[in-house]
């Protein structure tokens, strides 16, 4: 098995959460007897390279279908977050309506619906025909596949090349990161911008976030690697933003290499000397991240057991991926918890893989007033809390348990 990026062997193990069920693939009433596929979530880093990765599981076309469960509109900070990124792009870029902007993984066209709305071309990119469909009864031009160096020469061919490229959290998603770059370098206009947001490994190594692996993740990014692949592929970062959005991320901006005219700024530097200093930029800076999860597997699994002595109920909020691969690497299923809240309605009905723990409508938490709430989207943590804010009134506590145990 070789790195996905220099082709060097892979034979350093990161993290091992075990065999784990498909995070996104929720399960139905009819399925609960029938035995779910599980995979090796064995991450490595590549000794050469310092890539993070997991090996394919699946094919993508596996994963993101016209069933994909994950709408980016119900997240209502995210749409936020999103309208100012486009109020600041057209600000930075002048982008008007002789402009064209591209959004690969584009989803249910939570960004792109805002630059509709102010007159400006646009497209979105994404596999998952629900979301496509989504976006297009929002007004957003949609293509339904996948971004891939092919698709990119067609779509620079037929349109011609972009000014602005977005990519939020994609780049994660990518089982080619090579050819994902190439395609971006192929459409993007030679003084064109394009922006990337994934999470930073950075953060997932100092505040445990290894919940965030599961397998529709193949590669974690530090910045120094996320540099050299652009690089590779004649792109430059010249500016570079840390964002708090799930957990910590970075927001990237790069052009082609030939652009002259664009002055790479001091917090690119800045950011590869805070990753020296936290060790990344050598091997040394990814060990004993193991121990740290089961540190938290252990203690969680504590309190689980607290409570259920004492009779208390415990209920969940958010059938998200990374609480799936909580959940299941901790071994807590439907002994412990009731059901979890979700307010997509196409997971409400089914049931989370693995535990088999059944999603519901938030009126199941007001009628069965449970005394422990798990946060399982723990980047949501104020929003969701707020949300919840009423179930004070019958004493319940909430709990979050990364980057550790918190119940408040």
């Known amino acids: 098995m070789n790195c996905q990026f220099c082709n060097s062997k892979l034979d350093k193990v ?5 065999e784990l069920p498909s995070a996104n693939r929720l399960v139905r009433l009819d399925q609960l007897n029938l035995e779910e596929p599980r995979y090796p979530h064995k991450v490595f880093i590549c000794k050469e390279c310092l890539l993070v990765q997991i090996p394919a599981l699946h094919e993508a076309h596996d994963m993101f279908t016209e069933n994909y469960i994950y709408f980016s509109s119900f997240a209502k900070s995210w749409v936020d977050h999103a309208r100012e990124y486009v ?35 646009c497209l979105g990119i994404d596999p998952a025909a629900n979301c496509a469909k989504a976006a297009q009864e929002k007004g957003v031009a949609t293509n339904t596949e996948f971004f891939t160096t092919k698709s990119a020469q067609k ?12 990519g939020n959290n994609v780049f994660a998603h990518v089982p080619d990161v090579n050819d994902f ?17 994934f999470p930073h490994v950075a953060q997932m190594i100092k505040n445990n976030q290894f919940d965030t692996i599961y397998d529709e993740h193949f590669s974690y ?13 004649g792109l430059c970062i010249f500016d570079v933003e840390e964002l708090p959005t799930h957990g910590g991320s970075l927001r990237i901006l790069a052009c082609q290499s030939t652009n002259k005219f ?22 040394s800076g990814y060990v004993d991240f193991q121990n740290k999860a089961e540190v938290i597997r252990g203690a969680f699994q504590n309190v689980v057991k607290a409570e259920k002595d ?3 109920k415990i209920a969940a909020y958010g059938a998200a991926a990374k609480g799936n691969t909580f959940l299941n690497y901790c071994g807590i299923g439907t002994q412990s918890i009731d059901f979890v809240v979700d307010d997509t309605p196409a997971k409400q009905g089914l049931f989370l893989p693995g535990s088999h723990i059944p999603v519901v409508e938030e009126q199941k938490l007001k009628d069965e007033k449970p005394d422990l709430i798990i946060i399982l989207p723990w980047n949501f943590r104020t929003e969701i809390s707020n949300k919840l804010a009423y179930s004070r009134e019958w004493g319940a ?6 980057p550790k145990i918190d119940i408040y």
């Open 310 to 312: 004492k009779g208390n």
């Open 181 to 197: 770059i190439r395609g971006i370098s192929i459409l993007l206009k030679p003084d064109g911008v394009l922006t990337l947001e």
């Open 87 to 121: 109020d600041k792009m057209i600000n930075k870029m002048n982008l008007d309506a002789n402009s064209f902007v591209v959004e690969i993984a584009s989803n249910d066209g939570y960004l792109l619906q805002h630059f509709v709305v102010k007159q400006i071309p």
């Open 262 to 283: 664009m002055q790479v700024k001091q917090t690119v530097n800045k950011l590869l000397e805070a990753e020296q200093s936290q060790g990344l930029l050598d091997i």
């Open 397 to 402: 506590r909430f709990i979050t348990c990364i």
């Open 14 to 18: 990161f993290i091992d959460l075990g």
């Open 155 to 166: 779509l620079s061919a037929q349109r011609g090349q972009a000014d602005l490229i977005i």
């Open 221 to 233: 990014f530090s910045f120094q690697v996320a540099q050299n692949i652009l690089a590779r592929h």
